[in-house]
């Protein structure tokens, strides 16, 4: 059984929780699970069975498809208070799991059993819409992504994602082969156009790190083909 501190902490970082009945409450409460992924730790597998809806309390996960090439698409990540859309669809329509999902860092999720996830559905309306709502999320992610991979450039991608990915100060904290795994490229492609964009001042290129250097004319280069999100 968790412990209160855990119990405390879920409801923290997600305080629709709250408004459960005291009914809906002892069923959450009664069926919940904390399992904590390492770095690199497999949370879900290609084709695998969705057996848990997961809530993200601290860390961050990837979730990603590979060709068959080994080149890796990044979907979307689940951080705190977040959680992973594909797996509502997956327990909603009984399929099993289309990509892969991996721990970036150390993360601890609250896990509900299939069979609670689908009663809360029926009979509770604050998780009914809490989920109904986060699940919008996926078709919004999901059009963005059909509008990079369809219709924008290799340098608008990667513009795009080291715009999201850059801290307060501009630095990305990424190797080129990481940011290539994310936009669906080669890290070869990737140091190239990075090289170009260190020549004309956009970037400032460091071990193992991307500086953002002219951040307007980055944005520019996403802005080409309307891709402001």
């Known amino acids: 059984m968790p412990d209160g501190h ?46 848990d809806y997961v809530m993200c309390i601290d860390g961050r996960t990837r979730v990603f498809r590979n060709s068959e090439t080994g080149r890796e698409m990044l979907i979307y990540r689940v951080g705190p208070g977040g959680t992973c859309v594909l797996t509502t669809q997956c327990l909603l329509s009984g399929s099993n799991f289309p990509a892969e999902s991996v721990a970036e860092e150390r993360t601890e999720l609250a896990a509900l059993p299939a069979d609670t ?41 990667l513009a795009r994602r080291l715009l999201v990915e850059a801290d307060a100060r501009g630095v990305v904290a990424k190797t080129h082969q990481q940011l290539a795994a994310e936009i669906g490229s080669v890290r070869e492609v990737v140091s190239r156009v990075l090289g170009e964009w260190a020549d004309i ?29």
């Not at 604050?126 to 369809?150: G, H, I, N, P, Q």
């Not at 400032?204 to 996403?222: C, M, P, Y």
């Open 117 to 157: 996830f689908r009663r809360l559905m029926a009979e509770s309306p604050d998780f009914r819409t809490f989920v109904l709502d986060d699940y919008t999320k996926l078709l919004a992610s999901l059009f963005v992504l059909v509008d990079e991979v369809a219709f924008a450039t290799l340098e608008q991608r």
């Open 201 to 229: 001042g956009l970037v400032l290129l460091r071990r193992g790190q991307v500086k953002i250097a002219d951040r307007a004319a980055l944005a520019a280069q996403r802005r080409v083909l309307g891709l402001h999100r």
């Open 6 to 51: 855990q119990i405390e902490r879920w409801v923290e970082r997600f305080p629709f929780i709250k408004d459960f009945s005291a009914a809906h409450l002892h069923i959450a409460r009664g069926s919940v699970r904390f399992p904590v992924l390492e770095p690199g730790a497999v949370a879900y597998e290609l084709d695998g069975a969705c057996a």
